[in-house]
């Protein structure tokens, strides 16, 4: 499994690289979501130390002894009862998509001191089954988030499983511009070449570098 952890990282190294930037500008976001332990274990000890959790619950029972080791990024939707955990938890929150979720984050934050980075999910296929603002709602929601004080860093999207991706990672980065958010989050194990080149700062890999999950 190291191997192709190997492989993945210089993938991901050539790809930013290609596209005019430094080797190391993309960070990899290990997808260990429902994944076993010990699939997680060469990876963590390979030396990867940012993964990416789609459950509260599931992340606390799995990394709370080995906190201190990694940076932990919530990429799955966050129900606004859960938020609390998830302040005190997680780094980096993706998953901030709602104005419900924006005020109960901000109060979150108040009171517990600690702010976890957040990056807004945008619904670049306006998908009724996904979650995320919008583009046309974008930049308003964002701004709804500063005026709360969110530390807002940068965008995350999931396009429609089918056809070109590009499009819907570009449309993301022309959002990210306008609104002087320096981090784009897009791009997973099928297309996270293509989101490099369209300017991803990091891409979560799961089923590439884990298998399958069981």
């Known amino acids: 499994m190291s191997d192709v952890y190997a492989s993945i990282q210089s993938r991901i190294r050539a790809a930013a690289v290609a596209s005019g930037r430094p080797a190391d500008a993309v960070t990899l976001v290990a997808v260990s979501k429902l994944q076993p332990w010990d699939h997680i274990a060469p990876i963590l000890a390979a030396g990867q130390r940012v993964f990416g959790e789609n459950r509260v619950q599931e992340a606390m029972g799995r990394w709370s002894e080995r906190r201190a080791q990694v940076e932990l990024r919530l990429i799955g939707p966050l129900q606004s009862n859960k938020a609390h955990e998830a302040v005190g938890f997680f780094d980096v929150i993706e998953s901030l998509d709602r104005e419900k979720l924006a005020h109960v984050l901000a109060g ?15 619904n670049t296929g306006e998908e009724p089954q996904k979650a995320g603002v919008v583009p046309g709602q974008a930049d308003a929601f964002i701004a709804l988030c500063r005026g709360l004080d969110l530390p807002v860093e940068g965008l995350m999207c999931i396009p429609p499983a089918q056809g070109d991706p590009a499009p819907h990672f570009r449309l993301l980065g022309q959002i990210a511009a306008r609104n002087d958010l320096a981090k784009l989050s897009m791009g997973m194990s099928d297309d996270f070449e293509t989101a490099i080149a369209c300017g991803a700062t990091s891409v979560r890999v799961g089923s590439a570098l884990f298998g399958s999950r069981t």
């Open 108 to 122: 979150e934050i108040q009171a517990q001191g600690k702010a976890p980075r957040l990056f807004v999910q945008v």
